[in-house]
């Protein structure tokens, strides 16, 4: 297919769109995609050594050099199909009402001699559900619980053929993060958080917090606090009610062993986000006093998410061609949680404002135990070239879960470990293909430390449609 130079204003455009239109989505290996582009995710997310599309850009962007000559357009749909239920110590449940989240993606790339460069507009990850008022998560005060939080990156990369070989690659990413939460708190994990005797979950402290310790000194004996309300959410399936950005970047290489045999590998940085600002939003608490009822508090105020970052990892795989029409791809994938998900940290500054009364101008700095370990993932994958147009692909994938069940809160479930993954390829014509995935996330159950048991599982899908220009 033969277009104008001035075909890649189209793409362009297209991805610039993108940015404003990623969504939240639901992850299974921790917050991060089982697998990025249906090729790879049909493989079980193997994706280090093979010639995976521009979905490279996410994987190993050293791929990008196997593109043969002329350009690639990728445009992508995913489906994120969440299944969450959630046990209190009673035994009543609450199921999310979050179950099917759409995410678009575009990826661009083409050849000019050894160089191959594009951009891509892909979601990194997530996760996130939502309770209804009515159930047990409402702690019989009608409060809905919902999180979502949501990674996207804008990359422009570049992959160098140094020889028939070699192939080096680097990206640099623009990143977004938004994040919802309508957050309740019972009474005693909420006094547990403020108390520096206790604080077996986080801790609080600021000047609000004294002047709430104080006005419990100040009323009768046996006030006790009905909940404690964390409330930032804009309900827009695009944007999060707290948003930041930031920068990150990865670097690949790819090398042909022999013309069966390829070996790849590549790091992805660390993130480098700024904090997640929510101004005008609210922390509400409700006290229960002896001889006067309840005593509902509403306060409104910037609340900021502090220091929260996407991990770096380290990811290597071979793809190896048995015979002609087989592949046999693996990717062994090393996720640095740990250091970005030691703690969530969040601030709250009430605005000075009549309502506020006297925690106008105060301030909260709130923090829960997260204590996250890195995750090792394995992704096995087989190919097979039935015929000339359509290509039969299956796999696996297990990451071990990375959240102690101690600190596993049910706002943020992303246990589940054991991913099977199905697809095909169709090439419509030389020019013209679509490829297609399936994952169903095994069910996980773990208990957490508040005595809540969760069961997470997930039926997942990814269409691309390909064009080589």
């Known amino acids: 297919m033969n277009l104008p130079s001035s075909s890649w204003l189209t793409p362009a455009l297209a991805g610039v769109l993108l940015i404003f239109m990623v969504p939240s989505?639901?992850?299974?290996?921790?917050?991060?995609?089982?697998?990025?582009?249906?090729?790879?995710?049909?493989?079980?997310?193997?994706?280090?050594?093979?010639?995976?599309?521009?979905?490279?850009?996410?994987?190993?962007?050293?791929?990008l050099g196997l593109l043969e000559n002329g350009a690639r357009l990728d445009l992508a749909i995913g489906l994120l199909g969440p299944d969450i239920t959630v046990f209190n110590s009673e035994g009543s449940s609450a199921k999310s009402q979050s179950t099917a989240f759409y995410m678009p993606a575009i990826g661009y790339s083409r050849r000019s001699g050894d160089i191959v460069y594009g951009f891509g507009v892909f979601g990194q990850g997530g996760m996130g559900c939502e309770y209804t008022p009515d159930s047990w998560r409402g702690l019989g005060f009608n409060l809905e619980n919902r999180t979502e939080v949501s990674v996207g990156r804008a990359i422009a990369?570049?992959?160098?053929?140094?020889?028939?070989?070699?192939?080096?690659?680097?990206?640099?990413?623009?990143?977004?993060?938004?994040?919802?939460?309508?957050?309740?708190?019972?009474?005693?994990?909420?006094?547990?958080?403020?108390?520096?005797?206790?604080?077996?979950?986080?801790?609080?402290?600021?000047?609000?917090?004294?002047?709430?310790?104080?006005?419990?000194?100040?009323?009768?004996?046996?006030?006790?606090v009905d909940y404690a309300y964390f409330d930032f959410s804009n309900g827009s399936d695009f944007t999060g009610e707290a948003q930041g950005y930031g920068y990150a970047g990865k670097i690949g290489l790819l090398y042909k062993a022999s013309?069966?045999?390829?070996?790849?590998?590549?790091?992805?940085?660390?993130?480098?986000?700024?904090?997640?600002?929510?101004?005008?939003?609210?922390?509400?608490?409700?006290?229960?006093?002896?001889?006067?009822?309840?005593?509902?508090?509403?306060?409104?105020?910037?609340?900021?998410v502090v220091d929260?970052?996407?991990?770096?990892?380290?990811s290597a795989g071979f793809a190896w061609r048995p015979a002609e029409r087989w592949l046999v791809a693996a990717?062994?994938?090393?996720?640095?949680?740990?250091?970005?998900m030691n703690s969530f940290h969040m601030t709250f500054e009430a605005a000075n404002v009549p309502q506020n009364g006297?925690?106008?101008?105060?301030?909260?700095?709130?923090?829960?135990?997260?204590?996250?370990?890195?995750?090792?993932?394995?992704?096995?994958?087989?190919?097979?070239?039935?015929?000339?147009?359509?290509?039969?692909?299956?796999?696996g994938n297990y990451g071990s879960n990375p959240i102690p069940d101690r600190f596993l809160n049910c706002l943020f479930p992303a246990i589940v470990e054991k991913h099977i993954t199905v697809?095909?390829?169709?090439?419509i014509s030389p020019?013209?293909?679509?490829?297609?995935?399936?994952?169903?996330?095994?069910?996980?159950?773990?208990?957490?430390?508040?005595?809540?048991t969760t069961h997470h599982s997930q039926n997942n899908a990814q269409l691309m449609y390909s064009i080589k220009l």
């Open 25 to 63: 989505v639901h992850a299974t290996n921790g917050m991060n995609l089982e697998g990025y582009g249906p090729e790879a995710t049909a493989m079980g997310g193997a994706s280090m050594a093979f010639d995976n599309g521009t979905a490279a850009v996410m994987n190993n962007p050293a791929t």
């Open 157 to 224: 990369p570049i992959a160098w053929n140094v020889n028939d070989r070699l192939i080096l690659a680097a990206t640099a990413d623009f990143v977004w993060a938004g994040m919802d939460l309508k957050m309740a708190m019972s009474g005693p994990q909420f006094i547990d958080l403020v108390t520096p005797s206790m604080q077996q979950f986080g801790h609080a402290s600021g000047s609000l917090v004294q002047s709430f310790g104080q006005m419990l000194q100040s009323l009768p004996m046996g006030t006790s």
């Open 259 to 304: 013309d069966e045999l390829s070996l790849g590998l590549t790091y992805h940085s660390e993130t480098a986000l700024s904090d997640l600002e929510a101004p005008n939003n609210h922390l509400s608490f409700q006290l229960n006093v002896p001889g006067m009822g309840a005593m509902a508090q509403s306060l409104v105020g910037e609340i900021n």
């Open 308 to 314: 929260f970052q996407w991990p770096g990892l380290v």
């Open 331 to 340: 990717d062994l994938r090393h996720i640095m949680w740990s250091r970005v």
């Open 358 to 395: 006297p925690f106008a101008g105060q301030t909260l700095d709130a923090t829960l135990f997260q204590d996250w370990d890195d995750q090792t993932v394995v992704m096995l994958g087989i190919a097979y070239q039935a015929t000339d147009q359509l290509t039969l692909r299956t796999g």
């Open 423 to 427: 697809g095909f390829g169709w090439a």
């Open 431 to 452: 020019e013209v293909s679509i490829d297609f995935s399936y994952t169903h996330g095994f069910e996980a159950t773990r208990i957490s430390g508040y005595n809540v």
